[in-house]
């Protein structure tokens, strides 16, 4: 039978908009000593805004912009959103015969027997087109139209207002190290680490690469020691459901995320985390 402490402390965790899908994972809460995050819709936004527009010659910002957004139409990632709002005009998805959505690497449609690649250098590099690389530090969505590279948008992401905070008070918590798994470029990555002052950063992973590093850490920490990963369910999911605790950030309402987490915080504040921790700490000194 389950404690009826353990109740109490859903109960508290649910008044502050956590929800926990079971009493086994409030306990688990108790031992977590690493905290994984996702980066894009977790620690940050997911609100991104053009920056720059460069263009090959020949071919001008608003096309690279234009092809951009049709690549983008039907894709739910927070790059795809900000690129169609960037754009601004609607887009007739009946003209779009074909979309294949890569993960961790971006979009393929084909429209009109017109071939559109919108998406990072992993993206170009799989399907073997030269580019230029862009030195900027910020998210790079490449563009190729018919295999050949027309240009690239630089887009920027804003970190959540408490995120710096929710660092600081799991530091506070005595966690060993807090991680960032981003499948964004390294330098991104980096510069988000490096201001919210996280521990270590992995950058460029694909999906099952999240996976991987976190059992990576799985084999390198003590055993009664868990780990908790925090995700917003986009290219996170596989990792979500195989960390020891999995917390999804709802905001956004990835339905993926709050599917395979087994903590859900409804507000979008990382900061909850923490608040998660404290409600087990206190429910766990109540039962025993
Ligand atoms: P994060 O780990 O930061 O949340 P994701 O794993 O969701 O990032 O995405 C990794 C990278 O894959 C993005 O930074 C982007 O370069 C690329 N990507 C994914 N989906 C798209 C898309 N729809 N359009 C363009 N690029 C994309
Ligand atoms: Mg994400």
Redesign the pocket.
């Known amino acids: 039978s389950i404690p009826l402490g353990f109740f109490g402390g859903i109960g508290a965790a649910s008044s502050r908009g956590i929800l926990v899908k079971g009493s086994n994972y409030l306990e688990a809460l108790n031992d977590v000593k690493y905290v994984v995050f996702?980066?894009?819709?977790?620690l940050t936004k997911g609100v991104f805004e053009v920056t720059k527009i460069h263009a090959v010659e020949g071919v001008t910002q608003d096309e690279v912009l234009q092809n951009a957004a049709f690549a983008?139409v039907h894709?739910n990632?927070p790059?795809?959103e900000s690129i169609r709002k960037a754009y601004g005009k609607d887009i007739s998805e009946n003209s779009i015969s074909s979309y294949n959505?890569i993960s961790?690497?971006?979009?393929e449609v084909v429209i009109e027997e017109k071939e559109i690649l919108?998406?990072?250098r992993k993206l170009m590099s799989k399907m073997n087109i030269p580019f230029l690389e862009s030195e900027e530090v910020g998210?790079v969505?490449y563009v190729a139209v018919n295999k050949i590279f027309i240009g690239y948008i630089v887009i920027s992401d804003q970190l959540k207002d408490d995120a710096k905070k929710a660092i600081q008070l799991l530091k506070e918590l005595n966690m060993k190290k807090t991680v960032m798994?981003?499948?964004?470029?390294l330098a991104v990555g980096k510069k988000v680490a490096k201001e919210l002052a996280m521990d270590e950063v992995y950058a460029e992973?694909l999906?099952q690469h999240k996976v991987e590093q976190m059992e990576q850490l799985d084999r390198t920490k003590q055993t009664n020691e868990k780990i908790l990963f925090v995700g917003?369910g986009?290219?996170?999911t596989p990792v979500l459901a195989r960390a020891d605790v999995g917390m999804a950030m709802g905001g956004l309402g990835s339905d993926a995320a709050i599917e395979a987490a087994d903590i859900v915080i409804m507000t979008d504040e990382p900061s909850k985390i923490a608040t998660a921790i404290k409600i087990a700490k206190k429910t766990r000194k109540i039962v025993w």
């Open positions: 996702d980066k894009t819709g977790t983008e894709s990632h790059i795809a959505e961790g690497h971006g979009m919108a998406g990072n998210t969505v798994l981003t499948g964004d470029a992973l999906p917003d986009i290219n996170d």
